[in-house]
Every structure is written in structure tokens, then in C-alpha cells.
């Protein structure tokens, strides 16, 4: 993929953070699962203030699992747990450098701060908390919106079909999948949202394609990318009956 000189937002930074999260074990790493949602925002940004709010949403929620991550980092939970000086030695023997160079270890995927924050009993399944988790379900759902609406955005219409406006397409993706979690008002939001969405030829020169044949190959890309992400993401939090933390 070659990339698009003088644009903020690109297309070959977002595939490339996505798969740097994939992880060879089925596991999903989260600081590139970050650093995707940050190419996104580029993007919101451009489109103008009727997004801001989405942009804001999705920076409050990366930063609150950053400002974990960070927080774990400089009181790693072995410290925080024991207190004893036992642990303490081991810590400053085997893991301080690691710690100091490598960030933080709890934070380091989905499937560790799955189990760092159930050990540490941070996740609330009656009420709502800033839990890492229940925060990465809510990036969770919306990268499945984004799948679908770029997948949408990919597909050629059926002969005979009228071409769809990437905003049309935009509220489909939305109603079919993001839509169920969210409440009246903020659904309200999303439809104004919609109108901001730029047309076809927008898409066209943000993937640096050509037409319509050009951009299907690059966005099938995208979509194979986040549906890796996804589906990883969607077991580990299956797995630990986490989808549907309030
Ligand atoms: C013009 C762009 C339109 C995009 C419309 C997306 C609809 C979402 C609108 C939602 C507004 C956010 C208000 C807050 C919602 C929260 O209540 C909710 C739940 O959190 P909580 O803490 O209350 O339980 N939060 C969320 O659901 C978080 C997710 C927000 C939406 C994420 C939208 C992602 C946008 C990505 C950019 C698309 C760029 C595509 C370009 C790709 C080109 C190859």
C-alpha cells in the first residue's frame, strides 16, 4: 500500500496498527489496538465539528485504558497486592527493568487485563465502573460498526441497485449493530452524525484509490484486518462472560 502524502488520516498506518495488534496467539495487543482508534480520530477530525463528540468519546475512552496501563506500570499489581518484602525483592530483581521498558504488564493485551483485572476483583458486572474491560467492550462494539460500515462502502451494488451514499450506508451499519447498545439520545446523535459523512470520491482519495474496483481491494483489507481484531477480542471477553458489562 503505498501512502498518501499530505493527509493525516492514513489508511496504510490504520491496517498496519491493526495487525500489529493480531498477536500470533490468538491474543489481541493492546497498545496498537490503540494506536487504531487514534488513526480513526485523525480521520473524525477532518470531517469537522458535527463529529467532535464521537472523537471525544473515543479519546475518553482510549485514555482511560492508557491512564490504567500507566497507573499499573508505576505500581505494578505484585507491589500493590503483597506489601511483603519478599515480593518486593523479586520484583526489583526480575521485573523492574522489564517493567520500566516494556510498559505495563497487565495492560500488555486483552486477554492479561482480562485476567489482571479479574484478579484484582476491578470488574463490576452489576454496576458501572472504569474498568478496562467494560471500557474496551465499548470500543468493541463500535469497531464492529466500522467493520460492517466499511465493508458496506466496499461492496459494488447489485445490478440495478441504486448506489448508496457512504452516509446512508453509515446509518445501515449503525442501526444493524452499535444502534442496540445505545440509548435514545445517543442514537439521536449518531443520525445527526451521519449527515457529516463525506461521499464516495472522499473514501476514493483517502484509500488512494482510483474508483470504486481500487477501493474495494483496500478496504476489503481494512475489513479482514478489523475482523481479526474482532472476532479475537469478541472470544476472550465470551469467554469470560464479559459481553455485557454495564
Ligand atoms: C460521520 C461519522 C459518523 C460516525 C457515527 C458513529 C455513530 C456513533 C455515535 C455515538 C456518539 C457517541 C456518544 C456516546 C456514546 C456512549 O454512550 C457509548 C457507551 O459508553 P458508556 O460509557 O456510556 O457506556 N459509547 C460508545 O458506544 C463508544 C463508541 C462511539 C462511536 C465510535 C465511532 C467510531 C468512528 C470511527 C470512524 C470511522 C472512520 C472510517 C474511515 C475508514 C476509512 C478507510
Known amino acids: 500500500l503505498s501512502e498518501c502524502p499530505g493527509q493525516e488520516f492514513q489508511v ?26 487514534d488513526e480513526l480520530i485523525k480521520f473524525l ?11 471525544q468519546e473515543i479519546e475518553g475512552k482510549t485514555g482511560i485504558i492508557r491512564e490504567l496501563a500507566r497507573r499499573e506500570e508505576e505500581e505494578p499489581e505484585g507491589m500493590r497486592e503483597a506489601g511483603s518484602d519478599r515480593l ?8 523492574s527493568d522489564t517493567i520500566r521498558s516494556e ?6 493485551s486483552v486477554r492479561s487485563m482480562i485476567k489482571a483485572e479479574l484478579h484484582l476483583g476491578l470488574v463490576n458486572f452489576q454496576e458501572q465502573t472504569d474498568s478496562g474491560c467494560r471500557t474496551l467492550l465499548r470500543l468493541h462494539r463500535a469497531l464492529l460498526w466500522l467493520q460492517l460500515f466499511l465493508q458496506k462502502l466496499g461492496e459494488s451494488p447489485t445490478p440495478g ?19 442496540q447498545h445505545h440509548s435514545w439520545l ?5 443520525e445527526m452524525a451521519f449527515v457529516a459523512m463525506p461521499d464516495r470520491s472522499y473514501f476514493f482519495r483517502l484509500v488512494c484509490a482510483q474508483d470504486q474496483k481500487g477501493a474495494t481491494l483496500v478496504l476489503r483489507k481494512v475489513v479482514r484486518a478489523i475482523g481479526e481484531v474482532y472476532t479475537r ?10 459481553l455485557n458489562l454495564p
Open 12 to 37: 496504510s498506518r490504520l491496517l498496519s496498527h491493526l495487525r500489529a495488534a493480531a498477536t500470533p496467539d490468538s491474543d489481541v495487543l493492546i497498545s496498537p489496538y490503540l494506536s487504531s482508534w
Open 45 to 55: 477530525n477532518a470531517l469537522g465539528p458535527m463529529v467532535g463528540l464521537i472523537s
Open 88 to 95: 518486593h525483592f523479586e520484583m526489583d530483581k526480575d521485573r
Open 103 to 108: 510498559g505495563s504488564e497487565s495492560y500488555r
Open 161 to 179: 441497485d441504486r448506489l448508496q451514499s457512504p452516509s446512508e450506508l453509515c446509518r445501515e451499519a449503525y442501526r444493524e449493530t452499535l444502534a
Open 186 to 190: 445517543v442514537r439521536r446523535a449518531a
Open 233 to 242: 477480542t469478541e472470544r476472550a471477553l465470551e469467554e469470560h462472560g464479559m
